[in-house]
């Protein structure tokens, strides 16, 4: 499982094996057919937003796309329902790079200290951290948000990001790697008189960069993709984030939907998370592989 | 666990390390530990004091029908998602695998609804099925298939479940392809000279191989729809109707926050605990081992 990015055009050359002719073309009708099924969805919502509201309440709606397109997402991104879909994606892209870069750095210094150090406590520090792998926020919601409010951080960056930092997941593969680093860098180090903090910021941190790339990959669409969290403690609409905004733009009685304006959000709300899986496909692979591992 | 060569000192490394701990201890331990504390209070019906039940809140839940039925509906639900994500994902998977050029495209064209928020994924299919103007709605209502799953249950789950499995084919093909990427090519064709036709090398050979993969999918995936599908259940149904999609995790949400039942909520917390800490164990037990053949 570890060598993902494996391309097949890399192999020996077809082996008897692979079927040829119309084996071949049925085969590839098949993946089409799957592609397509599993992008209908998002195709449907595509066509939605750039077409009139009448046109959807009558349906079957059109399959193809309208002349709606700008009308329907400046209406989105600047006036929204509630709140500018504009504000909110600001809110989720703050929510999802302070998670990745707070866990990245937290795991980065405590792996430092677990693999690097002997101190007195550090197996119960060790399995204190290990035990928050086992419990995710959606558990302990109702205690959680009631430290939040103590502090006064509903409504609140900070509230939104510092429950999902702690978890050990980036702690323990951050470990691993360590671990993989030959000890002889430390050694050379050590003899040359160098500062613990000196080997971390010259030797570990550069040989590190992949994997922080890919576990930034992981974390931010984590981040960007919480509901339940944001949906408790952003009581402020200001401060929603489009994921769990977007079914706040519901009518809450028996109206009809802005369905043109609603999927507008909904396309704009996937947008960065799947620009960060297709054009760091490889980090996002390996982000993925390793973290689960 | 740690280098044969380590730095001195214990100051600096308990200050690496105390960011993530204090992290884990304000937002994790206290939250978990009055998670439990509160499992054994009920408040008294005006909100003004607690009194002590012992494990009454756990056998009031265990006796509560509801309970009962949102425990069946969480075994029900995990059940379908995991195997409507799994076996189309397995089924594109082999198709891929068989084709020399072309496989990486289709990889990248199958990845990205994984970026999709499970609570997006949800707005989708509710827009497709809405009794209003879904589209799908509309052609079984020609078929003189009456689609409803505000009022029927069924349907409801059939809703949620397809709602939550899709996003999930994406990470289950991406794990199945690099299994199956992985099964060396000369086992394979050995069977193909001595006759085996491709099911019959599918079902001896390929999928006992696939077998560390697919227990790892399991598990992940039932976590998964445990725990992330809140996003789905929330946008399309809340629970409805009549429960008939109230799986734990939602049961926790509506029950501490909705009906601000917080003894109940606290002692459900705690039962999701034992679930979670047992499906870890499960993991450790026989997915980390690997099973081999």
Known sequence: ?293 | MEKRVTFKGWILPLCLIAPQVFISAVFFFYPAGQAIWQSLFIPDPFGLSMQYVGLGNFKFLLSDPFYRASFLTTAVFSTLVTLVSMIPALFLAVVADRLIKGAGVYRTLLIWPYAVAPAIAGVLWLFMFNTRVGIVSWYLGNLGYDWNHVLNGGEAMGLVVVASAWGRISYNFLFFFAALQAVPKSVVEAAAIDGAHFWRRFFTIILPLLSPTTFFLLVVNIVYAFFETFGVIHTITSGGPQQSTTILVYKVFSDGFVGQDLGSSAAQSVILLVVVGALTVFQFKFVERRVHY
Do not use: C
């Not at chain 1, 046109?55 to 399959?63: G, K, S, T």
């Open chain 1, 1 to 293: 499982m570890s060598d993902t990015t494996k391309k097949p055009s890399k192999e020996p050359p077809p082996g008897m094996v692979e079927k040829r002719g119309a084996s071949l073309w049925l085969n590839h009708a098949i993946m089409i057919f799957g592609v397509l099924i599993v992008f209908f969805p998002i195709w449907l919502a595509f066509v939605a937003s750039t077409v009139t509201q009448p046109e959807i309440v009558r349906p079957p709606m059109p399959l193809w796309p309208g002349d709606q397109f700008f009308t329907n997402y400046k209406k989105a991104l600047f006036s929204g329902v509630n709140v500018p879909v504009a504000t909110m994606l600001f809110n989720s892209l703050v929510m999802a790079i302070g998670i990745a870069v707070g866990k990245i750095i937290i795991s980065l210094l405590s792996a430092f200290a677990i693999v690097y150090f002997r101190f007195p406590g550090k197996m119960i520090f060790f399995w204190l951290i290990f035990l928050t792998l086992m419990l995710p926020v959606e558990v302990r919601i109702v205690p959680t948000y009631e430290v939040i409010a103590g502090f006064g951080m509903l409504n609140s960056y900070g509230g939104l990001i510092f429950p999902l930092i702690a978890s050990a997941t980036a702690t323990f593969l951050f470990r691993q790697f360590y671990m993989t680093v030959p000890d002889e860098l430390a050694e050379a180090a050590r003899v040359d008189g160098a500062r613990p903090m000196r080997f971390f910021w010259d030797i570990l941190f550069p040989m590190s960069r992949t994997n922080i790339a890919a576990l930034f990959v992981i974390l931010f669409i984590y981040g960007w993709n919480q509901y339940l969290w944001p949906l408790l403690i952003t009581t402020d609409p200001e401060m929603n984030t489009i994921v769990m905004g977007i079914k706040q733009m519901f009518p809450s009685g028996d109206d009809v939907a802005d369905w043109p304006v609603i999927m507008a959000a909904s396309i704009l709300a996937m947008i960065p998370p799947v620009i960060v899986v297709i054009s760091m496909q490889k980090l996002f692979i390996r982000g993925l592989v390793d973290s689960e591992k």
